[in-house]
């Protein structure tokens, strides 16, 4: 993905406006294909919508040494970030940029704003909190590991290669569509077919399975294999920070935030059950800065773009022209 050679994904239109660039980043298991439906709504808007490296129809060669750092999200950023300047000349002259990513893409999108202050002036984080917390919360002392079976995968795909690889190649279509219908909601599960038939679903699949399938499903368990480190290593900070801010006395000055643009996070019901979602994220933001919407109801799983896109949109939109008019 560094170069239009190996970039895929729907580019920006340029020149259509004064605002920033908005970059959507898809999380795992989807690609770029899920913003569609959802992007057609902001047509008075330059959109870059890539696939992430390694993921959909996009190229990223493993690390030669096995070490997975070439796909840490410090690494995607800069990726991403030569793409941007590639694609987007407006950028190169000053345009920010604002990103905007669902699960992997949003931790992407939280790095990048912290690796490239220069270029991005806005963050949105869809169902997700920063690496170190998760990992931080799957423990004993969590309710038995319930953090741990919830996020069974980030352990199953960071296991050594080829494990993982050899095992969802043998079923793919079987193993995609029983982590998505896993994670979407009763609400989807309920349709036609259980969910899968959706061409949302269908979309996210595709990559995975006949030639080429074995790229993917390996690019994604090195997203998971560096996310198990060097992205876990790189956002300590992070989990330190909201550690250390708990812990000062009340009345107490807190300390500079570790961003400083504009944040939007929306999660699901469930997620902000399980993890403090809104608290984190308002404590690592500056206090008039961070805004987060629980989408959905009950009914509601994951894919909050896919599932519940009518009030994404327009929670979205009220954010931007709050902040970009």
């Known amino acids: 993905m560094t170069s239009e050679d190996s970039f895929n994904g729907s580019r920006a239109a340029q020149g259509k406006s004064q605002r920033p660039l908005l970059v959507l980043l898809h999380g795992y298991p989807q690609n770029h294909k899920m913003w569609y439906s959802f992007a057609k709504h ?10 992430l490296p390694g993921y959909g129809h996009s ?3 493993p690390s030669a040494d096995g070490s997975s750092l070439s796909h840490s999200k410090r690494e995607m950023a800069q990726d ?3 793409l941007i300047y590639e694609l987007h000349p407006p950028c190169a002259e000053g345009t920010k940029v604002i990103v905007y990513g669902h699960d992997r893409g949003a931790r992407l999108a939280y790095r990048m704003a912290l690796d490239f202050p220069q270029l991005v002036c806005g963050l949105g984080v869809l169902d997700i909190v920063p690496t170190a917390h998760v990992w931080e919360s799957m423990s004993l002392e ?4 319930a953090a741990t079976r919830r996020s069974y995968h980030w352990i199953f795909l960071s296991a050594p290669h080829p494990i993982p690889e050899m095992l969802i190649e043998g079923r793919p279509t079987a193993y995609m569509h029983a982590t998505i219908k896993s994670w979407m909601g ?12 959706q061409k949302w679903v269908s979309d996210s699949v595709q990559p995975y399975c006949g030639p080429g399938g074995m790229r993917a499903i390996r690019g994604a368990c090195e997203d998971y294999r560096a996310g198990a480190t060097h992205d876990l290593e790189n956002d300590l900070p992070l ?22 643009i504009p944040i939007l996070s929306l999660s699901s019901l469930h997620l902000h059950r399980s993890m403090d979602v809104a608290g984190i994220w308002s404590a690592l933001g500056e206090e008039s800065k961070v805004r987060h919407v ?26 931007l022209a709050l902040w970009w008019p």
């Open 186 to 197: 009763r609400t989807e599960r309920e349709k036609e077919g259980g969910g899968v038939h």
């Open 80 to 82: 991403l970030a030569h």
């Open 142 to 145: 969590n309710n038995l590991h």
């Open 239 to 260: 989990l330190e920070y909201t550690q250390a801010l708990a812990l000062l006395p009340p009345g107490a000055e807190k300390p500079p935030a570790p961003f400083h």
């Open 59 to 61: 190229t990223k060669e």
């Open 42 to 51: 902001f047509r008075d808007w330059d959109i870059l919508i890539p696939d």
């Open 294 to 319: 629980s989408v959905g109801d009950e009914g509601t799983g994951h894919f909050l773009v896919n599932e519940r896109e009518e009030e994404c949109v327009s929670v979205t939109r009220e954010w």
